[in-house]
C-alpha cells in the first residue's frame, strides 16, 4: 500500500514525465472559417499596445505560480497569430524567458495562416525568436479551398511554405481532408503531392463538422453534401497512414505525422500529460500547484478578457481535477500516441489500475496491444480510439 | 333521506374522445356543484397521464344536486366513464350501479366501434339509454345524419336525442331535464337488510382503501359493522361521503345512494369488486348477482434497464398495483436481462400507461419485453398449462398441441379505407365473419387471434385509415393453431427478452423483419455482429451488423482536453442506457421498436 503523502508526491511529480509549456492564444482572424470551431474572431480594430500588456501582465500572474520549473515550450495558437505583429510576439518570448528557466532547446511555435504571410513579417517573428512555423494549407486545389471558405488560394499557400522555409528550420503544414465530394484516388494523389512540399512534419485531419460552426447549420440543414461515408473515411485514414508510412514519416499520433526527432515538442506535452499554462482568450491550462493539478481556462471573450486582465481575474473558477479524472486525462491523450501510455503512471496518477479485464478484451479484439509495460493501441483501434476509450474509462 | 323517487344514477358512455368528460363538466358546472372559478376542463380526469393524453382511464362518479323545472329537488349521481377499449371493464361496472345511461355520440364523427360496444352493454344492463349529439357548435357537425344512423346502426330510437355543445353549454338543461324525466329512478327498500354492492375501490395515502359503493337496499351508517358477503371479512364502517367531486362526508347513504366507505381496509386486494356488503348481523341472506372482475389479456416482462434499480422497480410496481387491481404482477428472472417483473395489463394502453408512470413518477428507465397474451399448452401427458411468458415454453417433445385467445373484433371504417382494412386483418390472420354498410361507412367483424392484435394492430389501424377507423374487441374462444416459438440471437447469444410466440406460418417473415429492424436499431460495435432468428435450433433468418470502423477524434490538443473527456463520458453513460447481452449493447428502445411490423 501507497501511503497517501507518498501519493502526494507522486502527483507533485508526475508533470516532469512530460515537461512544461506555454500556451499563448491570439484570438483574431481576418475571416472566419466555416468549418471552425476555435475561439477566434475577426476585429475590426486591435489596440496591439493594450493586447501586448495585458499578455505581459497575464505572464508574471501565471509564472508566480510555477517558479522552478524549467520551460520546455512556447506555442503561439490561435486564431492566426501570424497576425500578431512580431514585437508582442517577441515582447511575449522575452518576458517568458525572463520569468523561467528555459531549455536549452526551447521550442517556439507560431501557427500562420498563408493568407497573411509576408516575407518581411515573418522575419520578424524568427528575430522575435520563433523557431518552428505551423501552417493552415488546408487544401492544394482552389475550388476545395473556396469550399472551405479559405481566404487564400493553393498559390498563395506555396507561395508561404517558401517564405516560412526560408525563414525557418522546421515548418509543418496542416491538410484537412474527408472534405466534400472528395474521392479516395484523389485525396492520395493530393496527398502524395503534399510530400513533395513538406519536410519533417505534417498534420493532416479529417474535417469534423464541430458544434456551433457554420457547417453544422449547412449539414442539420441536409445542405453539406458529398462528405464522406464511415467507410470512405476509414479507408482515407487507413491510406494516409500507409502513405506517409511510405515517406519515412512516422505517424506518432492520430493526425500527426513527423520524421523522428521532429515531432511538435509543445503538443507532445499535451498528449504525454505534462503541464502547460494557457494565457490568452479561452485558453487552458493543466497546472500541478501544492501536488493538486488543475484545469484552468480563462474568459473566452476577446473584448472581456482585455477588461478582466486589469482587474486580474482572467480566469474562470479553476477546476481540482481528482486521481480518476488525471488518470481519464491522462489515458485519453495518451493512447492517441503511437507510443501509447504506460500503465504504471495510469496508476500512479488514479491510485486504481487500468481495468484488467477490458484491456485484456481489446487486446483479444485486436485494438490494444500491452508489451513491456507499455499499452498502445493497433492501427485498428486507434480507427475506432474513441470506443477504446470509451471501454476504459473510469468513473 | 332523499326520497328514491328523487335520485337519477347513471353513466356517461361513448366512444372515445366523444366528449363525455366535458359534458360531465358542463352537468357539474350548471348545476353549481363547483364554483366556477375551481373549473377545469376534464376536471374528472385527475391523474397525470389522464390530463397529459386527454383522455379519461379511471371512471368518477359525481354527485350534482339539480332542481327541475317541475320545481322538485333531485340529486344525480353521475359516472364518466373511459371510451378506450383497454378500459372497457370500467364502463361494464360502472354500468352495474346505475340505472340508465347518456350516449354521447359526436355529431361531427357518427357511431364508432366503441358506441356501439358501450350501447349493447348498457342495453344488457336494462338500462334507459338518452341519446346526446354532442360538439354541435362544430362546422361538421350533421345532427340529421348522425340520428339517422344511431337509429339504422344501432336500433334505439333517436328522435328525442338532445343536441348538446358541451364545449359551449348549449343543450345542457335539456340534459338534466331529460335526465330527470327520461331515466328511471333506483328502486330499493329501506328497511330491508343492507346489500351495497362493491363497485370499486383505490388506495388513498392518506385514508387507506377507499370503497365505491352502490347502496341497493337498507341503509349503511359511519360505526355499522359490515360483512363482505363473498369472504366474510368483518369491517367497522370509518367514515361515509359521496363525491362533489371533492369527498365530502355524509351520515349515511340510503337505497339507490352512491357513494364511499373507509374501513381500515389495508390493501385493494382485500376487497373484491362485485362484491356484496351487508350488516355483521341480521344481514341479506343472498348476495347481488354480482360480476366478474378484470383479467389481464396482456403480458410482458419489465426490467430495469440499470439492474441496480430492481429494489425500486419493485416498490414502484407494489405501489401502482395498490391503486390497480386489474394489473397484476409476478417476479421474474431472465438470462440476459436479471430479475424483473411479468405484468399483466388490460391492452396495449394499459401496459403503455403503467410503463410511462414507473419511468416518470418513479425514475426508473425499462427494459419492455416482447408483448404476449396467454396460450393454452396441451401437454402429451393430458395436461394444460398456461403460457404467460415465450421464455417458459417447454421443450417440443413433450407439447400435444397449443391453442391461443381468438377475438371478435369490429371494426367501423369509411369505405375508401376498407381494402387496406380488410388487407391488414388477412395480414393478420384473420377471418371475416361480417361486412355491412351504414351510409357510406363499412362495419366489419372478423375473428382474429389475440396475439397479431396485442401489439400494433391498433397503430396499425390508424396509420392505414389515416385514423378514420374505430375498433373494439372482446375475447371469444380458444383454438388450436400451429403455434412455434421465435427465439432472436445477437452474437449467437439468445435474448429471451426478444422470443415470441408466432404462427408457424409467419415466422419467417417476423424473423426477418426482427433481424432487420435490430440490424439498424443496434449500434455498432468494435467487433462485426450476427444476428438470427430461429426456431429451436433452425436459423430462419440472419443478418450481420458490420463493425464501426471509424470513430476517433481528429483534433485533440491541451485546449480540447476537458471537452472531449466529458463528451467521451457522456456518452459512456448513453451506454449505460443500454443492456449488455455477451459483449453486444442494445439500446432501450429497440426492444419495443424490434417488435413494430411494417415499418
Ligand atoms: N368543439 C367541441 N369540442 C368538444 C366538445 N365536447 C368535447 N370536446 C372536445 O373533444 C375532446 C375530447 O373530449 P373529452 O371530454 O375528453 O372526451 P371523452 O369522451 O371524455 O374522452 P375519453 O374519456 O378519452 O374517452 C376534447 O378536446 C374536448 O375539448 C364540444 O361540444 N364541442
Ligand atoms: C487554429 S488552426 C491553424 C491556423 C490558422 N488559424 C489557419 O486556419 O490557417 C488549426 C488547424 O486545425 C484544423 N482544423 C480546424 N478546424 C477543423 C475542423 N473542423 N475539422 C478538421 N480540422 C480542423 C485546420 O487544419 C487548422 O489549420
Ligand atoms: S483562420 Fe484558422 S482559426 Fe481562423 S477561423 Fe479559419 S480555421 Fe479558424
Ligand atoms: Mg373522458
Partial sequence: MRSPNSQQAVLADDWRNAGFGLYVHWPFCQAKCPYCDFNSHVAREIDHSAWVRAYLSELTRVASETQNRVLNTIYFGGGTPSLMNPDTTGAIIDTAKSLWRVANDLEITLEANPGSVEAGRFAGFHDAGVNRVSLGVQALNDPDLRRLGRIHTAQDAQTALGIARNCFDRVSFDLIYGRQDQTLAGWKAELKQALTLSSDHISLYQLTIEDGTAFADRFARGGLTGLPSEDLGADMYQATLDICADHDLAAYEVSNFANPGSESRHNLIYWRYGDYVGIGPGAHGRVTIDANRYATECISAPDKWLAAVNTDITELPRQMLSPQEQANEFLMMGLRLSKGLDPARYLALGGRELDRDKVKYLCDLGMLTFQNNNICATTQGRLVLNAVIRELLAG | MTDLSHIRNFSIVAHIDHGKSTLADRLIQETGTVKDRDMQAQMLDTMDIERERGITIKANTVRIEYTADNGHAYILNLIDTPGHVDFAYEVSRSMRAVEGSLLVVDSSQGVEAQTLANVYQAIDANHDIVPILNKIDLPASDCDRVAEQIEDVIGIDATGAIRVSAKTGQGIHETLEAIV???????????????????????????????????????????????????????????????????????????????????????????????????????????????????????????????????????????????????????????????????????????EVIRDRIEREYDIDLITTAPSVIYHVHMRDGTVNDLHNPADMPDLTFVDHMEEPRIKATILVPDEYLGDVLKLCQDRRGIQMDLTYAGARAMVVYDLPLNEVVFDFYDRLKSVTKGYASFDYHLTEYRQDNLVKLSVLVNEEPVDALSMMVHRDRAEARGRAMVEKLKDLIPRHMFKIPIQAAIGGKVIARETLSAMRKDVTAKCYGGDMTRKKKLLEKQKKGKKKMREFGKVSIPQEAFISALKLDG
Avoid at chain 2, 359521496?242 to 339507490?256: I, N, Q, T
Avoid at chain 2, 383479467?295 to 430495469?304: A, D, E, T, W
Wanted: proline share 6%; aromatic share 8%.
Fill in chain 2, 181 to 351: 324525466h327520461e331515466l328511471p329512478p333506483p328502486v330499493g327498500d329501506r328497511d330491508a337488510p343492507l346489500k351495497a354492492m362493491l363497485v370499486d375501490s383505490w388506495y388513498d395515502s392518506y385514508l387507506g382503501v377507499i370503497v365505491l359503493v352502490r347502496v341497493m337496499d337498507g341503509v349503511l351508517k359511519k360505526g355499522d359493522r359490515v360483512r363482505m358477503m363473498s369472504n366474510d371479512s368483518l369491517h367497522l364502517i370509518e367514515r361515509i361521503g359521496v363525491f362533489r367531486p371533492a369527498m365530502e362526508k355524509v351520515d349515511e347513504l340510503g337505497p339507490g345512494e352512491i357513494g364511499f366507505l373507509t374501513a381500515s381496509i389495508k390493501q385493494v386486494r382485500d376487497t373484491k369488486v362485485g362484491d356484496t356488503i351487508t350488516s355483521e348481523r341480521g344481514g341479506a341472506s343472498t348476495p347481488l348477482p354480482g360480476f366478474a372482475p378484470s383479467q389481464p389479456v396482456v403480458f410482458c416482462g419489465l426490467f430495469p434497464v440499470d439492474s441496480a434499480e430492481f429494489e425500486d422497480l419493485r416498490e414502484a410496481i407494489s405501489k401502482l398495483a395498490l391503486n390497480d387491481a386489474s394489473f397484476s404482477y409476478e417476479m421474474e428472472t431472465s438470462a440476459a436481462l436479471g430479475f424483473g417483473f411479468r405484468c399483466g395489463f388490460l391492452g396495449l394502453l394499459h401496459l
